[in-house]
């Protein structure tokens, strides 16, 4: 059963509310890139690659309309139809302009409703969208908080500095910024279960957070692994970013 | 004992074949892994790029077809279209040629670096390379510049080219206030030269905010063409200069001067943009190269995207990725108007994002997450994030940003100051003196010109140039924003008089209905100047707020213009201070309003007339040219061959046919066979027995010919072949044989009759007697199945050849060359 922020996001999609496709591109994009790159195997450019915007994405909006959550589909292999089917419509599109024809239509595989999928995918793809959902909603939580807290969690957690460089960056006491880390990782815990609720179809989906150390309901030791989770999800994620924009395969 | 040294001894064997196996097997072994990779590589790419080279030539075939399949269905556009096609696929298969013969074997040898120059370098310079150094001849020349270069174009399908401009034109920049202009850029677009029409509204539409910052010099707009005129700024951008700044740092980041001098460069940045904000611009596509580094200091260029803050347009996604803030793509995607944002916050987001790109050498690719991995202070990854924050958290204006980028520049070790100290956290920041004008779009062309400063020179002066300037733009717009006061006069009427100049009463209100009221033109004059210089001025402001632009769109505005301004020196004061009498001047005005009207709608028509057939560039280019040329050269090769083959077919004639006697010929026979054929012209075949060494030539005949032998059966296999292969030259020369020995005789009966027949002609007589030949040829005349009689006769008792004879009827052989009897005789004449 699909959690409700979850059918509301795919009802914005389903009703091509331009920024839901766009925020969708945002947060999946580069993991959709990098995978298509992967399936290109050198035969797909980097530009090319990027070239495929999320107006291409909004385009394939009625595609959605066929979704049927009881066939067990995961988000991720959701996602990665749509790529395909992306990348393979903007490939005939190419062809069909070089031609000098109109857009030729395509129709979506309909395998990837099934639970196995139908699509290639493997674990570091799945990982890679587990930590784009994170990264989502470390952004979130970005717009969410003070400029000075939210600089406090990032030089603390995704920099790794000490509570006394950072509280002597930042001008305030080290008491403060421990008060001001605790203020923003609620709300990034808070944040990380809308996220990973929202673009999570199966169970299994949903409880991809608890098993890489994001505890929801911690004691004091849970939170230096949830820092320490975060930090890690976090830099493998600007990794795969940098590894995308460079043009390079994951 | 002997156990443990053998223990240990196996143990120091295990160690060494394991040091073995870690230090000489795996290194070797990947190393022919490597190799073997190495190898399928170079062979995989081989094959592949062979099979595109195949791929591109038969869709280049299959694409010129199609070109010229447009052409003659008279669809110049999509043959146009087809031949961009042909070019890509030509320029794929040369790609993939050079790969193949170049640069897979170069990277097989380990080769790599020795052509990354000519596979990227290349095409970079190539791409980035200026355009030709003189407009074409559709563009035309721009009168009073002289053309001395050209610069790379931009995205936005414009020319750019560099100019010198005469005396007349820096007179007129000098008396605009810019008197120090040396050598210009004129940015030209042309719907010729592939500019699109939205490009050049966009421009357009940006054009009089620029001027307005005496950012543009000079426009033109006409059917053929937009162009403007900018100041020419020599120098590198910073992306450039940024990469060379990094190469002379170490590895771990920019040195302390180069950092310096980056900051400089970011506070010129700084420093024009809040001179833009405070103009009420927002330049919308900040990015290093938009920055163009000269003398040390930092320009701004490209006026492309300028959109005026208060601008009621819907806000749109344009801008360089990256660069742009992602928040504002939403707002576009939204609706949202320019007006309802802060535009100024989106220029700091793209400044923060040039500081990210100064100190990293990379761009920003995870926005306000993105890391900083190069050395640098800790107080300046601050001002980056804090710049590429969320809109609503980060520095409000630029000046806020250039104090931080400031403080820390000018602090003796940047990298002692803590983020706490920036006049941001610390609550010092320096905003503006003077409050930010608003301008709106409709504000703007009332603007006067504000005089060029050097941005980066301009900066931390309060009250200095750009400040001077911003307050004579807020006294302006102040100026014009002041509402007359009304008095009505006529409440059934609507009529109604301006308090304070009552003699625009009643007609004059018209132009106060119409929403232009005069009331720009009488205060926007600079104070402490006379009545008639405010004026003049109000005159030069009202040519330079309404623009050709607005002449070609609407012909009757300028009309309305010059009827306002009647109006409003009816209700002032002549320029000569000699005041007219109302309705003389409102007469004079009129006429001049119907003049202006008539020559602007002149101007519509003629520019409609020129528009018409050319908004598309359709012209021939190498694709539809080289198309023609393989098509004609196909074309001619086809009839070439075509030609060929029907003088072959002409000279089939000349038919060398040779019949074989077993398996093989005569040395020379057919040779001789085919001179022989030659000799004899047309419609001439060349028989050639093999047994007769001598080639016979023989007409093409119609007729029919009855061959009757009296050997002795069974027939001696040579002999056989012998008559054989005279019934058939007598067949393949186009006569009908009835003959027993013939391959193709169906009919044996009707042959054995016709032979019974005239064997009873005959009547046993000698063949040689002349009985005999007059039997036959009697029997010939009667008979209608045959018109010519072979007769083999053998050898009396068995001896020597036998003989032919040959009969033909006086009617049969009419018409038949000379010599055709004894012709058909030595063809079965045994020779030698």
Partial sequence: MLSSMTTSFVARLRANDQAAWFELWETFGPVVRAQIMKWGNGRIGAETVRDLSQETMAALSNSIERYDPSRGARFSTWLLAIARHVLGDEMDRRMAAKRGGGKRGTSLEEAWMTTSGGVGVDEAYEAAVFRAKIEAAIRQVEKACEFTDFEIFRMRVLDGQSGKDVAAAVGVSEPTVSRRLAKVREMLRSRVAQTVATFSFTEEELAEGERNGLVQSPNKADDALFDEAVGEIFHRQMELRATGERGERF | MQVAFGFIAVVFGLLVAAMLLAVVLVPLFRGIGWLVRHLFAFV??????????????????????????????????????????????????????YRIFVGHPARLLGLKSLVDGIENRVPQAVAAAPTRDKPSRRTGQFEHYKIVGSLPGGGSGSKLYVAE???????????????????????????????????????????????????????????????YVMEYMPGESLGVETQRMHAASPAEGLSDASLRRGLGYVEGLLATLRRYHDGGLWHKDVKPDNIIIHDGDAHLVDFGLITPLRSAMTLTTHGTEYFRDPEMVRMALKGVKVHEVDGARFDVYAAGAVLYSTIENSFPAHGGLSRISKRCPDTLRWIVRRAMTDYDKRYPTAAAMLADVQYV????????????????????????????????????????????????????TPGGGPR????????????????????????????????????????????????????????????????????????????????EIDDAINGGAKADREFFRAAHRAGGVGAAGVRRPAAEQLESARARAAARRSSAQERMNRHRHNRSGRKYASGVNFGVAASLFIFLAFGVGVAGLLVIGSIGSLKQNNTVTVQANGDTYADGVVARASAAAEAAGDGVSALVNAESPEPIAAPTLRGRVLVVDDLSRPLDARVSAWLRGGVALMEQAGLEVFSTLSDTQTDAADVNELVARVKVARAQQPLDSGKAREAISNWLHAEDSADVLVWIDPAPAGEGQPAVYVFGSPEALEGAPEGFLPMIERLFSPQG
Avoid: C
Avoid at chain 2, 57 to 79: K, M, P, Q, Y
Avoid at chain 2, 200 to 219: M, T
Avoid at chain 2, 435 to 441: H, I, K, M, S
């Fill in chain 2, 409 to 460: 520049r000018s602090a003796q070790d940047p990298f002692n100051v803590k983020p706490a100290e920036l006049p941001s956290v610390a609550g010092g920041i320096a905003e503006p003196n003077e409050p930010v004008v608003e301008v709106r779009d409709e504000d703007l062309a009332f603007m006067p010109p504000v005089q060029p400063t050097n941005p980066t020179k301009a900066v931390p």
């Fill in chain 2, 468 to 547: 001077r300037a911003a307050a004579t733009m807020a006294a302006s717009v102040a100026a014009a924003r002041a509402k007359p006061k009304l008095k009505v006069t006529g409440w059934w009427s609507g009529k109604y008089k301006l308090e304070d100049d009552e003699k625009l009463a009643g007609k004059g209100s018209r132009a106060v209905a119409m929403g232009l009221a005069p009331k720009p033109f009488v205060r926007v004059g600079k104070f402490g100047t006379s009545v008639a210089e405010s004026l003049r001025e109000a005159d030069a402001m009202l040519d330079d707020a309404f623009g």
């Fill in chain 2, 165 to 227: 401009p005469d005396d007349i034109k820096l007179a007129s920049f000098a008396r605009n206030g810019h008197g120090d202009i040396g050598q210009v850029v004129v940015k030209s677009f042309s719907l010729k030269d592939g500019s699109s029409l939205p490009q050049i509204v966009r421009e357009s539409r940006s054009l009089d905010a620029a001027k307005n910052l005496g950012l543009v010099l000079d426009h033109e707009l006409t059917p053929e063409r937009f162009y």
């Fill in chain 2, 44 to 97: 995989g790419g081989e094959i592949k790029d062979t099979l595109r080279v195949v791929g591109a030539v038969i869709t280049a075939l299959v694409f010129s077809l199609l070109v010229v399949g447009n052409i003659l269905i008279f669809r110049w556009s999509a043959s146009s279209h087809f031949g961009r096609a042909f070019s890509a696929e030509i320029s794929a298969g040369a790609s993939s040629i």
